[in-house]
Every structure is written in structure tokens, then in C-alpha cells.
């Protein structure tokens, strides 16, 4: 979403909240109009017909990382009795970050499997590398916190799994294409989890079925 199209201010934010510093802090739905303004300048920047420099990569990298969360959507305010709605929300703020920071990497977390696939540490796009396995395994640990706190709303949620997937595609592709590296372990792992969750989803479908 572009400010340059917006002609009338936000609307009132019902879900504002007071923080543990006093200060107020946005809900969901206005923290996501902000949010997209962000992304709209690193569509801007990083996907336009002109191949941005790598620093400029690394700077939105930066600040799609250091945009502020409201202390409520962030997962260290996840507790045992919160609802299956908190663990969707906290998911979704994720889902929005991690999909952003893949997809702007994901190029050059190619093009460095392509180059130095025996060496991944020595290759100048090491921070794509390494940002695309972060983005990946949030995206599969996510996928576990939902179906273990909101099994039921998760299932029926097909952007939990359509997101998984992603994550376990980049696990995949770092795993075929460099398989000395040292985070190839740790990427079978997850891929393991996601196999897992999908089994255990179509196992509680089919016994509905019967039903």
C-alpha cells in the first residue's frame, strides 16, 4: 500500500493497546496498514526493472527486521492461556515479516548455491544465505506453535501450510544443492517436522471423514 494513493487518514485503531511502558500500542489490523507501506517501498526498491545494488538489499533487509511490533503480537507474549485466535494473530505478524525477507533474498540465496555450494561461508551473498534458512525455519516452527496451540483453526487456515511449504522448499533446495553445508542437518530436521504435521493433518481429516 502506497501513501502517494491515500487521500484520508486510518481508520480509528478499536484494538489499541497500552503497553508495559504506558505508551500506546497499535492493534493488528492498524500495525498491518503501516506495516504494508513498508513493504511497499521494498517492492519499489528491491523488485523494479533495475537490479538494486546488494547494499540496498541488505538495508531493507534491516528494516523490515527493525520495524516495531506491538508488544502483544510478539511471540514472548505467547503464555499456556492464551486463545487459538492470540496464536493465529502472533502467526500472521510473523508470516507477514518472514514471506517479505524470503522473498527478498531468495535471488541471491540462489545465485550463492549456484557459485560456492561446497563453500557457502565465503560467498559475498552469505547474509542472503543465511537470512532465507532464518526466514525458512521460522516459517516451518510457526507451523508447529499453530497446530499445537490452535490445532483446529490451523487446519483450515491453508496459508499455514501453503507457508510451510515455502520454507520447506528453500530447506529443500539447501539441502540438494549444498549437502557439506552445516546447516544441512539442521534443514532435515524441519523438513522432518513439516512431513509430520502434514501426516498428522491428513490422518485427523480422514477420521472426520469416516465420521
Known sequence: MSKDYI???FPIDTEETIGADGGRESGLHNWTFQYTTLVHTVMSAAFGSKVPPYSVVVDLDRKIRDFPVPSELQACST????SAIHYMRWWLVLM???TVLLHLHRAY???ALQDQPEDLTRHRYLPSVM???RSAWRMIQGLRMVRINAPLLSARVALVWSHALSGAIAMCILVTRAPASKMTKPSLAELDTVARESVQRAEH?????ER
Open 109 to 111: 540465496f540462489a545465485q
Open 79 to 82: 503464555t499456556g492461556d492464551q
Open 131 to 133: 537470512s532465507t534458512y
Open 7 to 9: 487521500d484520508c487518514p
Open 96 to 98: 507477514y515479516k518472514e
Open 205 to 209: 481429516e480422514d477420521e472426520q471423514i
